[in-house]
């Protein structure tokens, strides 16, 4: 199977994130490879680039901002420490992604935790 592109996945670190959840994307799509040549690009996105309050104690740098989420084929939400905290404008990304037929995921725990659609 030849691929001409990777498939892009956006994941989105909504403050306070959980490093945990952040990493587990990169892990399992960062090792899949078709032909020879990555199968996934993975890119870490959120609201505001910058430094990304995590729990626990440990910050994130994070330097792509949202428009990461308008070209993806995939977006991720990964685990976060506020549940009634999303940003509209994080939830109108995921939304617009949807709309144009991007695949949505999330870990169990952004799952329970983000209120959306």
């Known amino acids: ?10 994941v989105i670190a909504c403050p306070p994130v959980t490093t945990f959840d952040l990493s587990i994307p990169g892990v399992v799509f960062g090792a899949t490879s078709l032909g020879g040549r990555p199968a996934y690009e993975v890119t870490v ?4 680039p910058g430094v ?8 994130v740098v994070v330097p792509c901002g949202l428009d990461a989420v308008e070209r ?13 905290g999303t940003d509209p404008r994080v939830l109108d990304a995921l939304r617009a992604a949807a709309a144009r037929g991007a695949r949505i995921a999330s870990s169990y725990r952004a799952a329970a935790r983000t209120r959306w659609p």
């Not at 199977?1 to 956006?10: D, E, G, L, Y």
């Not at 990304?52 to 910050?59: H, P, Q, S």
């Open 1 to 10: 199977m030849t691929i001409t592109r990777p498939h892009r996945v956006a």
């Open 45 to 48: 996105c959120t609201l505001v």
């Open 72 to 84: 993806a084929d995939t977006v991720m939400v990964t685990g976060t420490a506020d549940r009634d």
């Open 52 to 59: 990304v309050e995590a729990r626990y104690g440990t910050d």
